[in-house]
């Protein structure tokens, strides 16, 4: 699609770097105004700086904020600020996530620090209610205005470990909840759920030999430009309160990515995986562990 975004605001968090950045760009290359949040600062490739200045260069207007996802009251005064430089929002991206540090691919939830859980739930899911809550009087009364949450198929399947897919479920939850909310107000909300991605933890972990799938992945600005054209789609509202694989959209929006490719449908990879259904009747059975991308993991 070709729809532009000039004239049009959007907030992405977590943009210093993998898919927040390529959402940015992604959205800057449509002409929007971006606010771009994170904590990195300065003339690296991973700091918000950059990724705004990135954004200007494509035609939009990159504008970075520094801000800790863990402090509601920063949350709470970049919408302040968006309201007092722009007069509302358009678009809110809800990505930002903390990666626990060491990364926790295995194990059993007793068996990790306590921290995961505030790096990936508080994060990857509180952060972004907070931001939803602190947004949605700026979305509302604007014309096709959206909430995109930015997921995983952790939410229908178990992965990497308990924390991550708890998180992942709950957002996609959140997605359902805040659209119900909101669908009589005209803002969309909508997940997004990306397959495996080339980021640059990704990249890195490949190089330091952990599994990772990178044939046929998606790139952050192939996300990015899906959240692009979803933001213009005549049909978005028909979208609302629903999780949808980015690749899948791609093929409907016609995307590739910035090298002229087109990435495997992430849901084939995930086909056999077991979903995670709680209100299923029959016993829950041991299962695979799955690596990133869906592939079997080899121990």
Same mark, same amino acid.
């Given at each position: 699609?070709?729809?532009?975004?000039?004239?049009?605001?959007? /907030?992405?968090?977590?943009?210093?770097? %993998?898919? %927040?950045?390529?959402?940015?760009? +992604?959205? %800057?290359?449509?002409? +929007?105004?971006?606010?771009?949040?994170?904590?990195?600062?300065?003339?690296?490739?991973?700091?918000?700086?950059?990724?705004?200045?990135?954004?200007?260069?494509? %035609?939009?207007?990159?504008?970075?904020?520094?801000?800790? !996802?863990?402090?509601?009251?920063?949350?709470?005064?970049?919408?302040?600020?968006?309201?007092?430089?722009?007069?509302?929002?358009?678009?809110?991206?809800?990505? /930002?996530?903390?990666?626990?540090?060491?990364?926790?691919?295995?194990?059993?939830?007793?068996?990790?620090?306590?921290?995961?859980?505030?790096?990936?739930?508080?994060?990857?899911?509180?952060? !972004?209610?907070?931001?939803?809550?602190?947004?949605?009087?700026?979305?509302?009364?604007?014309?096709?205005?959206?909430? $995109?949450?930015?997921?995983?198929?952790?939410?229908?399947?178990?992965?990497?470990?308990?924390?991550?897919?708890?998180?992942?479920?709950?957002?996609?939850?959140?997605? !359902?909840?805040?659209?119900? #909310?909101?669908?009589?107000?005209?803002?969309?909300?909508?997940?997004?759920?990306?397959?495996?991605?080339?980021?640059?933890?990704?990249?890195?972990?490949?190089? +330091?030999?952990?599994?990772?799938?990178?044939?046929?992945?998606?790139?952050?600005?192939?996300?990015?430009? /899906?959240?692009?054209?979803? $933001?213009?789609?005549?049909?978005?509202?028909?979208?609302?309160?629903?999780?949808?694989?980015?690749?899948?959209?791609?093929?409907?929006?016609?995307?590739?990515?910035?090298?002229?490719?087109?990435?495997?449908?992430?849901?084939?990879?995930? #086909?056999?995986?077991?979903?995670?259904?709680?209100?299923?009747?029959?016993?829950?059975?041991?299962?695979?562990?799955?690596? !990133?991308?869906?592939?079997?993991?080899?121990?």
């Amino acid at each position: 699609m070709s729809g532009r975004l000039v004239d049009r605001v959007a /907030v992405v968090t977590g943009a210093s770097r %993998g898919i %927040g950045k390529g959402i940015a760009i +992604a959205l %800057g290359e449509k002409g +929007a105004t971006v606010y771009v949040t994170g904590r990195t600062r300065g003339e690296g490739d991973r700091s918000i700086d950059t990724t705004a200045a990135l954004v200007t260069k494509l %035609g939009g207007k990159g504008i970075a904020v520094e801000v800790d !996802h863990f402090q509601d009251d920063q949350i709470q005064e970049l919408f302040k600020q968006v309201e007092s430089e722009q007069e509302g929002l358009d678009i809110l991206v809800n990505n /930002v996530f903390k990666i626990p540090d060491t990364p926790a691919w295995t194990g059993g939830f007793w068996e990790h620090p306590l921290q995961i859980w505030d790096d990936q739930v508080g994060i990857g899911l509180r952060a !972004h209610y907070v931001a939803s809550h602190s947004a949605a009087p700026l979305l509302i009364g604007r014309e096709n205005t959206m909430i $995109a949450n930015i997921t995983s198929p952790a939410g229908l399947t178990y992965l990497f470990n308990a924390a991550y897919s708890i998180g992942k479920a709950g957002l996609d939850r959140m997605t !359902h909840d805040l659209g119900f #909310e909101l669908i009589d107000h005209g803002v969309a909300v909508v997940g997004l759920r990306p397959g495996p991605t080339r980021t640059e933890f990704i990249e890195d972990q490949a190089a +330091a030999g952990t599994q990772v799938a990178l044939e046929g992945a998606e790139t952050p600005i192939y996300v990015g430009r /899906v959240v692009a054209a979803v $933001a213009t789609d005549p049909e978005l509202m028909n979208m609302t309160g629903r999780v949808h694989w980015t690749s899948r959209l791609g093929r409907k929006y016609d995307i590739i990515d910035e090298n002229g490719e087109t990435p495997m449908l992430a849901e084939k990879r995930f #086909e056999k995986a077991v979903k995670a259904d709680p209100y299923s009747e029959d016993p829950m059975v041991s299962g695979e562990r799955l690596a !990133h991308g869906g592939e079997s993991k080899n121990e």
